[in-house]
């Protein structure tokens, strides 16, 4: 069977800007998914860019915060961030490597510069946990550059393998993040000038791109729209996508997962489905009940 041919292409439904801000004591960064409430992707929450040379932009770090009832997946390119919890575990993440955290009933932690200069980038992306979910035991797994394959692909790209399972030229590579309830895929792709990455995308899933170095244009070359780097481009329904590099190549990040079509309740680091979990929540943080194992 010649998958290509019988795949329904996905275009390009949307685009979300991003748009520079803050986060922790001052990190510098640019947020697309999750600027504003109507700009999520189920179950995708947030995603957050950071980028810079400037220690300045990036030092102050992210020092100790709260989460409940979602999961962090920190990516870096480069740097070296290191992540401390109150249950006394530690983490080294450096550049290539992914922190895959489930915050789930609650977890405190940092995530501070282990450097004094040079560039620090890459992403941090919220993940919805479902409902049933929200408050389980937290957890953490810190994934070393080795443990997450790289495909060299027929067309020249290369491709980074986070989760789920890479299919290409004959080829099935699982990645190191596999059977979470969001069934995610999450690829880093990297395309040399006017070369196309294609893949399968289950039809019930949402999938976006976010292009970090140069532009790329998504869907058939008969129906091509353009996404700009550092925009996150949502895709229209379909169970294949096609993403094509512009004349300077093209490196980005592409996402797909199962939606939980759950109400959200949100604030700040706290995301659950209804107002009255955010205020207990809340409540728990501020009596220590938040960090406490679950009776």
Do not use: C
């Not at 992306?125 to 035991?137: F, S, V």
């Not at 990040?253 to 309740?265: M, Q, T, Y």
């Amino acid at each position: 069977m010649n998958t290509r041919q019988t795949m329904t292409t996905r275009t390009l439904a949307r685009v979300i800007e991003s748009v520079p801000t803050s986060d922790g004591a001052g990190v510098k960064l640019r947020r697309s998914l999750g600027r504003a409430q109507g700009m999520r992707l189920d179950p995708f929450l947030m995603l957050d860019e950071f980028s810079s040379d400037d220690p300045n932009d990036y030092i102050a770090g992210f020092p100790s915060h709260p989460h409940r009832g979602f999961e962090t997946v920190t990516y870096m390119l480069d740097g070296h961030l290191r992540h401390e919890d109150h249950m006394g575990n530690r983490g080294e993440l450096k550049a290539g490597g992914v922190q895959w955290m489930s915050a789930g009933r609650g977890i405190i932690h940092s995530e501070m510069p282990q450097q004094e200069r040079g560039r620090m980038r890459g992403f941090q992306l919220w993940i919805n946990l479902p409902a049933r979910e929200k408050m389980k035991k937290p957890a953490y797994r810190d994934i070393q550059p080795d443990e997450i394959p790289v495909v060299a692909l027929a067309s020249g790209a290369r491709a980074k393998v986070i989760a789920g399972t890479l299919v290409a030229d004959g080829r099935s590579t699982p990645g190191p993040i596999q059977g979470l309830t969001t069934d995610p895929l999450y690829f880093g792709v990297e395309l040399p000038a006017g070369a196309t990455f294609s893949h399968p995308v289950k039809a019930d899933h949402n999938a976006f791109v976010y292009p970090y170095e140069g532009a790329v244009t998504v869907g058939p070359r008969d129906a091509a729209r353009a996404v700009v780097t550092h925009n996150a481009g949502v895709l229209s329904p379909g169970d294949g996508i096609e993403i094509t590099a512009g004349p300077q190549g093209a490196r980005f990040i592409v996402l797909a997962g199962h939606p939980l079509r759950e109400p959200v309740a949100q604030y700040g680091p706290f995301v659950m489905n209804t107002r009255d979990e955010i205020e207990e929540a809340i409540r728990d943080y501020q009596s220590g009940k938040l960090a406490q194992p679950a009776a």
